[in-house]
């Protein structure tokens, strides 16, 4: 439990809720009700070790504050997520509706331990160990299948080390959500890519056979789509996309819109990762407020080329 005033309350809330849930506490000295929930709440974070942080903000002494949340009564509780208020509750409500309300919101045990797998699997990646990356992973999964970005991870490594079979029954879940991830669509479709040149005769071919019979006839989206696949899979992105975008252009429902799912799942698989949200944004506080005369970083020159292909695309569908 920290006390916070105007002077700490970025770095002790706002900053802090990028890292985890902060469950502010407006509290008073005279205030009855406050002495009654305010050992509840240390109770509770004491017992939730670490899912969250309790700060507690005097509304007495810290009116700016109190004001700037709209408090009206006291104890009023706010629980901060990522820079912003999400939730809260007001009154000296029991231990058990305490948790109740965290539960909400604070991220599990098992969530927690399936998330640290997760981040020491990108640190063994970039130490170039796939194979216990992939254990790191498939235990991030194991406690926590809901994991996402763990099972996006794991999926894409098990492909990366021609782990096929293994990467489709990863994959399974995710195709069977409804609405599917785009992310998770993209990696479907590059899976289909690799089957289709691990069992397809063209999947050898040279790019002048292609080219050969695309020559004699312009509208041979069969072939035109079988180089795509083998361009995509040997890692000539934009030589698969220029290839699908004469499909597209041609006949933009062809072969139940497969060539523009391609390209989508290209575009996808090109598009640098977002960087986690986090305090010291540039252009921004810490409570996220834009700052004038921001300066804008250069564009990452993958990210360019996303842009101009999705352009692209989209005067094509036009």
Same mark, same amino acid.
């Given at each position: 439990?920290? $006390?916070?005033?105007?002077? $700490?309350?970025?770095?002790?809330?706002?900053?802090?809720?990028?890292?985890?849930?902060?469950?502010?506490?407006?509290?008073?000295?005279?205030?009855?009700?406050?002495?009654?929930?305010?050992?509840?709440?240390?109770?509770?974070?004491?017992?939730?070790?670490?899912?969250?942080?309790?700060?507690?903000?005097?509304?007495?002494?810290?009116?700016?504050?109190?004001?700037?949340?709209?408090?009206?009564?006291? %104890?009023?509780?706010?629980?901060?997520?990522? =820079?912003?208020?999400?939730?809260?509750?007001?009154?000296?409500?029991?231990?058990?509706?305490?948790?109740?309300?965290?539960?909400?919101?604070?991220?599990? /045990?098992?969530?927690?331990? /399936?998330?640290?797998?997760?981040?020491?699997?990108?640190?063994?990646?970039?130490? =170039?160990?796939?194979?216990?990356?992939?254990?790191?992973?498939?235990?991030?999964?194991?406690?926590?299948? =809901?994991?996402?970005?763990?099972?996006?991870?794991?999926?894409?490594?098990?492909?990366?080390?021609?782990?096929?079979? !293994? *990467?489709? &029954?990863?994959?399974?879940?995710?195709?069977?959500?409804?609405?599917?991830?785009?992310?998770?669509?993209?990696?479907?479709?590059?899976?289909?890519?690799? @089957?289709?040149?691990?069992? !397809?005769?063209?999947?050898?071919?040279? %790019?002048?056979?292609?080219?050969?019979?695309? &020559? *004699?006839?312009?509208?041979?989206?069969?072939?035109?789509?079988?180089?795509?696949?083998?361009?995509?899979?040997?890692?000539?992105?934009?030589? *698969?996309?220029?290839?699908?975008?004469?499909?597209?252009?041609?006949? @933009?429902?062809?072969?139940? &819109?497969?060539?523009?799912?391609?390209?989508?799942?290209?575009?996808?698989?090109?598009?640098?990762?977002?960087?986690?949200?986090?305090?010291?944004?540039?252009?921004?506080?810490?409570?996220?407020?834009?700052?004038?005369?921001?300066?804008?970083?250069?564009?990452?020159?993958?990210?360019?080329?996303?842009?101009?292909?999705?352009?692209?695309?989209?005067?094509?569908?036009?």
């Amino acid at each position: 439990m920290i $006390n916070v005033t105007i002077e $700490n309350f970025d770095a002790e809330v706002v900053a802090a809720s990028h890292q985890v849930p902060v469950l502010v506490d407006f509290w008073a000295p005279w205030c009855g009700p406050c002495k009654v929930i305010g050992p509840l709440l240390e109770k509770v974070e004491e017992d939730y070790a670490g899912r969250f942080k309790l700060v507690k903000i005097d509304s007495d002494q810290e009116q700016q504050l109190s004001q700037a949340f709209g408090i009206r009564s006291i %104890p009023t509780c706010v629980l901060m997520v990522n =820079g912003k208020p999400v939730d809260g509750f007001m009154g000296a409500i029991p231990e058990s509706q305490i948790k109740t309300f965290l539960d909400k919101h604070v991220p599990s /045990a098992d969530a927690l331990v /399936a998330e640290a797998d997760a981040e020491d699997a990108q640190a063994l990646i970039a130490a =170039g160990d796939p194979q216990a990356a992939l254990h790191k992973l498939h235990e991030a999964l194991s406690v926590n299948p =809901g994991n996402d970005d763990a099972r996006y991870d794991y999926v894409k490594l098990l492909i990366e080390n021609d782990m096929l079979e !293994d *990467a489709e &029954a990863a994959l399974a879940p995710a195709l069977a959500e409804i609405p599917r991830q785009l992310r998770f669509e993209a990696l479907g479709q590059f899976l289909d890519a690799i @089957k289709f040149v691990t069992t !397809d005769a063209r999947g050898t071919w040279a %790019p002048a056979q292609f080219d050969a019979l695309i &020559a *004699a006839n312009k509208r041979n989206f069969d072939t035109r789509l079988a180089k795509a696949r083998v361009l995509m899979v040997s890692g000539d992105w934009t030589g *698969a996309m220029d290839e699908l975008l004469e499909i597209i252009m041609r006949d @933009k429902t062809w072969g139940d &819109a497969v060539p523009r799912k391609t390209f989508v799942a290209i575009l996808e698989l090109l598009t640098p990762p977002k960087p986690k949200a986090g305090p010291a944004d540039p252009g921004k506080t810490a409570g996220g407020i834009e700052v004038v005369g921001k300066v804008v970083a250069e564009a990452d020159p993958q990210a360019q080329l996303v842009a101009a292909y999705r352009r692209k695309l989209s005067m094509a569908l036009n």
